[in-house]
């Protein structure tokens, strides 16, 4: 089961949304900075050595910029980026959701 956290200080909140999905939720620096579109860059096992990392562009919502997916390996890291290229990685520590 995926135990649902938020970090309010920097924008994020991760959400259990079903069997082995999570829901993520970001409000952080880039969409405080009116960032048009925002991505979720991702990748799951060893938060050192990500595997099969993607880039997901992120729905605008009431909530903020959300997105919906399926865990594998039981571990995935994150973190954002805007269209412009800048990112919020957590000051280079990223976030991390265990299922």
Same mark, same amino acid.
Request: with cysteine; aromatic share 12%; charged share 20%.
């Given at each position: 089961?995926?135990? $649902?956290?938020?970090?309010? =200080? ?5 959400? =259990? ?5 999570? #829901?993520?939720?970001? #409000? ?8 048009? %579109?925002?991505?979720?860059?991702? $990748?799951?096992?060893? =938060?050192?050595?990500? %595997?099969?990392?993607? !880039?997901?562009?992120?729905?605008? !919502?009431?909530? $903020?910029?959300? *997105? !919906?997916?399926?865990?594998? #390996? $039981? ?7 805007? *269209? ?5 990685? #957590?000051?280079?520590?990223?976030? !991390?959701?265990?299922?």
């Amino acid at each position: 089961m995926i135990q $649902g956290w938020s970090d309010t =200080p920097k924008g994020v909140e991760v959400r =259990p949304a079903g069997f082995n999905e999570v #829901n993520i939720i970001y #409000n952080g620096l880039l969409a405080k900075s009116g960032a048009d %579109q925002v991505y979720l860059h991702c $990748g799951f096992g060893d =938060p050192k050595n990500w %595997q099969n990392v993607s !880039t997901i562009k992120m729905e605008r !919502t009431q909530r $903020g910029w959300e *997105s !919906t997916l399926r865990m594998q #390996n $039981g571990l995935m890291s994150f973190c954002f980026k805007d *269209s412009a290229n800048n990112w919020d990685n #957590n000051n280079g520590y990223n976030w !991390t959701v265990r299922a």
